[in-house]
């Protein structure tokens, strides 16, 4: 018997009969001799309804005090969810319980709407587990120091999925999407995109945290740092699918150290791409030790991630540094920069562009082959694609353009690459936690 944590995203919650859906696929697992923790997400829109109708009640820039509320309407979302999903078990003849985040709990620091997991107290679901039951937690949420509900910030249950899968240590934590796994790129984009066997937790990391929407960057890093095995599939299949096929299916996020995969690895894995970005340049700076810091320092304490860095050489004592941010961001750090900053460096001028993108080649293959940027730049060049800002990492390459041509960009890099690159090989029962759940879903 394995110990396997589900995460269900909103769509595959949007409905009753989704839902019911749902249970059937886990009341599967459990019949084939699992123990099943479930992380539902809130059903689909529902998150961004209570959000706008917080919105309407309160229009007016959030205090810390209003974001505390907004957490509160917020995590209601996926209480529903639960408790639906918990209902639908029962009907199956499947005994289940449900908790909200703090129950668990799931204890979490006090950043409203963007916390994050400290510890999880896994007794209460452990000895549900050993008394036969479903347990389904609430994704997204936790409880502070102080008792107080928190969120995770958008995409938060992959989040709570993975944690509570490396808290308690499952063999395996299956993503249940609307997609069938990783593509090399965004297949509405690319036709031609193919959904990857298996890829490294660097390369989705990067991917992630570069515009791929198919896992939130946090959970990538939460299974990375405690090698939770992480699957990504689709929930919009049968249901009744035998497990023994279902526990291969999708992408499974591996471990770089695994030799077949070391071998084998095509040079670029896949191709991301973020058009929810922004750009400011601060112009004219004094060019001197600490500037960086003087301009990106009240930036971060606002809570506002910034990416791609760029400070221009220096001419006549003075210099540029320009940076890119979330697009959402890009209103708020405008103001702290020329309320804040601007009068203190005594800067030329502060300029926002909210019409970039960035397009990202990602894959560890670069480590050891030569000349990979070098090809994205000749590609993006014979499209006519100027490059405003570049960053690179051991085993990726972004780059920052004007957001019309992003689609171009995408598919000439996707063109380039897929002819220079060989087809990611099949998976391979090569991870040990691989091996059990395997194992056990053939037993079965």
């Given amino acids: ?56 009640v309160s229009p007016e820039k959030m205090t810390s005090e209003a974001m505390r509320e907004l ?28 908790y909200a985040g703090w129950q668990v709990p799931i204890e979490t620091d006090s950043a409203y709407t963007k916390a994050r997991i400290e510890r999880i107290d896994d007794a209460r679901v452990r000895a549900d587990l050993a008394a036969g039951k479903v347990v389904i937690i609430t994704g997204f949420q936790g409880i502070d120091g102080e008792g107080h509900v928190t969120t995770l ?14 808290a308690m240590k499952a063999a395996e934590c299956l993503i249940y999407t609307d997609v069938d796994g990783v593509y090399t790129t965004d297949p509405r984009i690319v036709p031609e995109a193919r959904r990857l066997t298996t890829i490294t937790f660097e390369e989705m990391l990067e991917m992630a945290s570069l515009g791929s929407k198919v896992l939130q960057i946090r959970s990538v890093e939460f299974a990375g740092k405690f090698k ?21 299916a999708g992408t499974l996020i591996t471990f770089e ?66 940076f890119t941010l979330g697009r959402n961001d890009l209103a ?61 990492s051991e085993i990726k390459i972004s780059v920052v353009i004007d957001e019309k041509y992003m689609e171009l960009a995408v598919r000439a890099r996707t063109r380039r690459s897929s002819s220079s690159s060989r087809k990611p090989p099949e998976a391979g029962p090569h991870l040990d936690a691989r091996r059990r759940i395997r194992a056990l879903a053939l037993e079965t």
């Fill in 1 to 56: 018997m394995a110990l396997i944590v589900h995460k269900y995203g909103g769509t595959s919650m949007g409905s009753t009969e989704r839902i019911r859906n749902v249970a059937r696929r886990v009341a599967k697992w459990v019949r084939a001799g699992h123990q099943l923790v479930v992380v539902p997400s809130a059903m689909s829109g529902e998150t961004n309804r209570l959000l706008a109708l917080a919105k309407e």
């Fill in 71 to 98: 957490d509160m309407i917020a995590a209601t979302g996926e209480q529903v969810s639960v408790g639906l999903l918990a209902l639908a078990l029962q009907a199956e003849g499947v005994r289940s319980v449900s």
């Fill in 153 to 166: 910030g958008r995409g938060g249950s992959d989040t709570s999925a993975v944690a509570v899968a490396a």
């Fill in 228 to 248: 939770v095995p992480t699957r990504v599939l689709s929930s919009l299949t049968d249901p009744l699918l035998p497990v023994a096929e279902e526990a291969q």
């Fill in 257 to 322: 150290e695994d030799p077949h995969m070391a071998m084998e690895k095509a040079v670029i894995s896949g191709v991301a791409f973020n058009r929810d970005e922004a750009k400011i340049t601060v112009h004219d700076v004094p060019d001197r030790p600490g500037i960086a810091y003087a301009i990106l320092g009240p930036v971060a304490d606002a809570n506002i991630e910034v990416d791609v860095i760029v400070q221009n050489v220096g001419h006549d004592g003075m210099t540029d540094l320009s």
């Fill in 332 to 392: 708020a750090a405008l103001k702290i920069l020329r309320d804040q900053v601007q009068p203190h460096i005594k800067c030329r001028e502060v300029t926002g562009d909210d019409r970039i993108a960035k397009v990202s080649a990602v894959g560890v293959g670069m480590r050891s082959h030569a000349g990979i940027a070098a090809k994205m730049f000749r590609t993006l060049a014979e499209e006519g694609i100027n490059i405003q800002m570049i960053s690179t």
